[in-house]
């Protein structure tokens, strides 16, 4: 079967007609897809899921909703405010142009996206103000689903039939809600996540009682051999918890360490969570930064077509998923803005289905005002070609921002000391340093000198993230001094001043020079 | 010690001068109110907390921010993407006018807010997208946690001193995480509702394992002596669970009943949970739905001043609350928008505090888009003022809406089978059946009959709520046949087209001419 293309995408659009989602109407993946009849289904989860989630029954009005479909049909049952009193006429926003690949562009600057409150009823609009500002599905709108559903065929396309997407509030949410789905303190649940970790993600389950069990490290991520050694040789009394059961992990640019997993190590680590039965979260926000090995030539490379683009990108867990046991968890924080605090997932239907019941009584799905503006910009400004031209351009600027760093670190830091790798994809370096050769070593451990370091570049007006943050395993002794640096934020001249500093405080410490 | 006034929050902004709150800046309620040093301290509620809600430690990198604060500080530590590549240059909404009581207003009819990327920047705002859009503290931005301690103090100034406010992502996310923070299965919890309630309350806590207790009501709501004597009496080896410590309570226009509780009636059931060491979860999105009893004069009233129209409204369970025993869970969904997703609560420092630990990990707080346009229209488009203006106009919209409804019930409804209540605040009318004057009413139960009528209205056009949706102990046998319908989102013409069939669905059932 030939992989989906925008073209695809248009023509069953087309062919689909008109899109007719009113208030709270009813979305799921299936009625937007391109392709899933020759598939297989994905296993069921049953084993995996907690009492709480298996106790989830469908919101009583949500179900109750579902008599709204017939036409003609008044409701006096649901408590929704009349859209008359939405004080809200309409909501625009300027959107700057992409910048072409020489940055020189441009017929135009800046364009106007508009909604307004009764767009749907008074043309041809497909969403409006009077849908997004009202209640509606925990799921999402079913204008923003089809999107995600048209993405994700196109970047993804899921070895599976069943698979299925909603919205969250969030990858934060997303990792919260799998967590509360999956593990359970009062069956002594752990789970696996790398050596050093997103910090929020060790932070949700900690409280949970849920026990974190870090994966050592390589230059491609954990390591496939060490995870299997670790599950096939598991020792529940002696752990403390019952045998791993999730794996949770950061494949592209990995917070914090920077790490890529390559094709080979995604279909290891696949492997053993086959062999042991480890249900898969993919959190991968950074996997639209890649960054490119190609832009330090003098000349620009010329961009590549949207085919080209998508082929090169690696594949992601989800697409090599021929079991659905990943679930997939994307945001647009780092690829639109972090505000809109709306992100999505990608499973099979079973814990999708599963996952909505609890965003019903969590949160009730993202805010209408995200929804309606994000759903203008990619879906009716970019579509999913100009989506791609827009990820195209930040992957040029934060490989831009990446090589600052670099030459800033090659420039400034005591290479006697300190090591690095550059980065694939991300925001982020991971730099170690060799604690041992400080004067009087053995005198301090390296939680010591990790904060002498912190607290010199602190005193000098740096802020620089400590490796001690991120272990996975805070109890046990920490071997090794790393700090995290992004080059995300910053400006280049701060971030060389920076970098500078930082070097300073490193030959000041190590007594260099 | 005088009631705070609007000419007061004005001049306290005036004094403080202006605000500089910068990306993910920290704000508690402290640094906005009027008064606070003669008041007493709240009590601490460290026993009713629950395990989970006691482990959860600060987010290391929200405490490594604070280091921020220092001029000229270099952060190479926060993941945050750089503003420049937000593509939002601005948003705007076009709002309209709050029409006045004889909805002939007006000089203008619609007006524009705006907020750009840079305009702290640029200028003298207090906000901006960039700020909004970034990454903030979960807790909300400090440019909505000022307007909202104001507004507390305006309308409920809490007796006691330590008092704090933090947003939510609406009141179902408020309700969620206070229920993970008071109530555990572990330990057996329980809590106490309305004998008829919010189902989405309903549908939280089931799954979590927690026991709901539902009060007997009558028209002013739960009734304080039973609750009194239900807990004086509680066995917990009979009850299965704990003697219930939480409270959970709609006091105003409740879902589903309608009943709007009396002051007497507050005070009365919070003596009881002093009494027995309860604490209050006041779930109040309708406080500022109430109906006016005075329109069916002719003449139109006189619009009441700001300080009339806060003095008659009903003290809140916060506003008599002496022990910080009350989490007041506010919502932004029925009196401005739904789809804002975003909402407030206000309790002591030590609840607020443990609830902004929960939110970290959760959501991260509502949605930027969300504050940036609700912050334009409520505090520099509105101000208290206009908000409160807005206030009435809806109290006189719904007010209108609910006389409708009531005329209709009078014109159509079978007044020898149906009785109901005239609410006098919300959205809600609650009706009850006289099931037993249904021919041979003794081979149905009161499920049965709800059935039939639910049904007959279906196949007329027409869905209405069963009250059976909204039993705290569906386990119990129904005794009462309730229908829930709602004043708030059909036309009036359609209100009466639905009511006149509900009657003739009921006629029908009852062989009634």
């Known amino acids: 079967m030939k992989d989906p293309t925008i073209a695809d995408i248009d023509a069953r659009r087309q062919a689909a007609g008109k899109m007719v989602a009113p208030t709270a109407a009813y979305a799921d993946s299936d009625m937007f897809k391109l392709q899933c009849s020759r598939k297989p289904a994905a296993k069921r989860w049953d084993n995996h899921l907690t009492d709480e989630c298996l106790a989830r029954a469908p919101g009583i009005l949500k179900v109750a909703a579902r008599f709204l479909k017939r036409p003609g049909m008044i409701s006096l ?6 859209t008359d009193y939405f004080p809200f006429n309409s909501i625009s926003a300027a959107i700057p142009a992409i910048p072409d690949e020489a940055g020189s562009n441009m017929s135009e600057t800046e364009s106007t996206i508009t909604m307004g409150l009764h767009d749907i009823a008074s043309g041809d609009a497909t969403f409006d103000l009077s849908v997004a500002l009202n209640y509606g599905q925990a799921a999402g709108s079913a204008q923003m689903i089809r999107w995600i559903t048209e993405h994700t065929e196109l970047v993804h396309n899921p070895p599976y039939a069943d698979w299925d997407t909603c919205l ?3 990858n934060t949410a997303g990792i ?65 918890a019952r045998k791993p059961h999730v794996l949770y992990t950061v494949p592209t640019g990995q917070n914090p360490t920077g790490s890529t997993q390559s094709a080979a190590r995604k279909r290891a680590i696949y492997q053993v969570c086959q062999k042991h039965d480890i249900y898969i979260l993919e959190d991968d926000p950074y996997y639209f930064l890649q960054l490119r090995s190609d832009l330090h030539s003098q000349h ?17 867990f989800l697409s090599i998923d021929t079991d659905g046991r990943v679930m997939r968890i994307d945001s647009f924080s780092k690829v639109v803005v972090p505000g809109a605090r709306m992100g999505w997932v990608t499973a099979s239907e079973q814990m999708i289905e599963r996952f909505i019941r609890h965003a019903e009584t969590a949160s009730q799905g993202p805010s ?37 760093m670099l030459a800033a670190f090659d420039k400034f830091l005591p290479k006697s000391i300190v090591s690095w790798n550059s980065p694939s994809a991300g925001m982020f370096c991971w730099i170690r340093i060799n604690h041992s050769l400080r004067p009087n070593a053995k005198l301090y451990s390296a939680l010591d000198i990790e904060e002498e370091i912190f607290a010199a570049c602190l005193k000098r007006g740096v802020l620089v993230a400590k490796g001690s943050w991120f272990r996975a395993e805070p109890d046990m002794p920490l071997n090794d001094v790393f700090f995290r640096l992004t080059f995300a934020a910053s ?5 060389e001043v920076a970098v500078r500093t930082f070097g300073t405080a490193l030959r000041s410490i190590f007594k260099l020079e």
């Not at 049952?77 to 009349?82: K, N, Q, S, V």
């Not at 696996?192 to 949700?204: M, N, V």
């Not at 620009?300 to 992601?316: E, G, M, Q, R, V």
């Not at 309606?372 to 989506?387: C, S």
Request: hydrophobic residues 35%; proline residues 6%; contains cysteine.
């Open 77 to 82: 049952a649901g408590g929704l405010p009349g």
């Open 300 to 316: 620009n490379p010329s961009k590549p077509s949207a085919s080209t683009f998508l082929a090169n990108l690696p594949p992601s």
């Open 176 to 240: 919260y809600q799998a967590l509360r789905m999956l593990c359970d303190k009062n069956r002594g649940d752990s789970w696996i996540t790398e050596e050093y970790c997103y910090a929020s993600a060790l932070e949700t389950a900690l409280p949970m009682g849920i026990k974190t069990v870090g994966i050592k490290m390589d230059a491609d991520g954990p390591i496939p051999e060490v995870m299997d050694e670790l599950l096939t040789n598991w020792d529940a009394a002696k752990k403390g």
């Open 168 to 170: 969250t509030t969030g």
């Open 368 to 404: 209408g005002f995200s929804q309606a503006l994000i759903y203008k910009l990619v879906d009716e400004k970019w579509g999913h070609q100009g989506f791609l031209d827009r990820l195209q351009h930040l992957q040029t600027e934060y490989t831009a921002r990446r090589d600052v």
């Open 491 to 495: 400006s280049a001249e701060n971030m």
